[in-house]
């Protein structure tokens, strides 16, 4: 997939029939109340970002948005403003070529929907499959489960970024919970219909981290990520509620840090709102470049 091009007019054009209402709730705007087929890792055998003539030089970019308890505001953020702010800044700033974005829905094992994935797109569909996932809101405020989507990402995701040329794709996740410290076997399974190859999530973060650049981004509630952190130090990105409208400027500042761009310049081509809130983001992670650089 990955054809076409995102336009501020497509979603001009989105907005206007009625499917992203800037005075709706989250419930409003994602309308499904359970999950499409279409999204469900069990039926899906690979997630491809593959070149074309229009786009030569892909990057894929995943992004999972944890849809449990109390989420809701973080998807809602997302359809509303993030996803455009994030694609029109993609182009604007150039971080990465060709971007191809896939989102992700991430809960609980235990949940019904456990895990959804769009497609990789360019262009407006990115949108209109997002909207399409179903905001489960289960989970409660226990740990998650992001480890399922670096499983989807290593084992279920082709890319000509890596495949041809060696490059790394980012793969984001947001919420505000850590995540159990392994996965069983029989999830592996039921979920994906893979093999029922289990364990710690070191295991599923270590062979994703070959193929993508990983950040969580935590939505700050004064809580230990004892397992995220022992497993991904320096890939934690910390952001507090109130800037969450910040997460496009975050994300794109992470790969351009990881692409080599200087620190103190990345963080000045941002408006002096978003500037401290960024630096703070920035704060304490390492960038896996050609060489190390650590803040």
Not at 51 to 61: A, G, K, L, N, V
Request: proline share 4%; net charge negative.
């Amino acid at each position: 997939m990955g054809y076409g091009a995102y336009t501020s007019s497509d979603w001009s054009k989105l907005k206007a029939s009625g499917r992203v209402d800037s005075t709706a709730s989250a419930s409003q705007i994602f309308k499904s109340r359970s999950m499409d087929a279409r999204f469900d890792p069990k039926y899906i055998n690979m997630r491809e970002a593959f070149d074309s003539e229009e786009h030569p030089d892909t990057t894929p970019i995943i992004i999972g948005l944890d849809v449990t308890g109390s989420m809701g505001y973080l998807s809602e953020e997302i359809a509303k403003n993030a996803l455009n702010e994030t694609m029109m800044k993609l182009y604007s700033t150039n971080p990465v070529p060709g971007p191809q974005l896939m989102f992700a829905a991430i809960g609980d094992v235990n949940d019904n929907a456990p895990l959804q994935v769009t497609q990789f797109e360019s262009d407006i569909r990115i949108a209109e499959q997002l909207l399409d996932l179903w905001l489960e809101g289960r989970g409660g405020d226990g740990p998650e489960d992001y480890a399922l989507l670096w499983h989807f990402a290593s084992a279920h995701t082709k890319t000509d970024a890596f495949e041809k040329r060696g490059k790394k794709g980012f793969l984001f996740t947001i919420g505000d919970a850590d995540n159990h410290n392994e996965i069983q076997g029989k999830y592996i399974e039921k979920i994906f219909g893979d093999a029922p190859e289990g364990g710690d999530i070191k295991k599923f973060y270590k062979k994703a981290a070959a193929k993508y650049h990983i950040y969580h981004i935590n939505i700050t509630r004064n809580r230990p990520l004892y397992n995220l952190e022992s497993v991904m130090p320096g890939h934690i990105v910390e952001v507090s509620k109130d800037n969450i409208n910040r997460l496009p400027e975050i994300m794109i500042s992470v790969m351009q840090c990881v692409n080599g761009k200087d620190k103190a310049e990345v963080i000045a081509q941002w408006d002096a709102l978003a500037q401290p809130v960024v630096e703070n983001a920035l704060k304490g992670l390492t960038f896996e470049t050609k060489r190390k650089f650590i803040f």
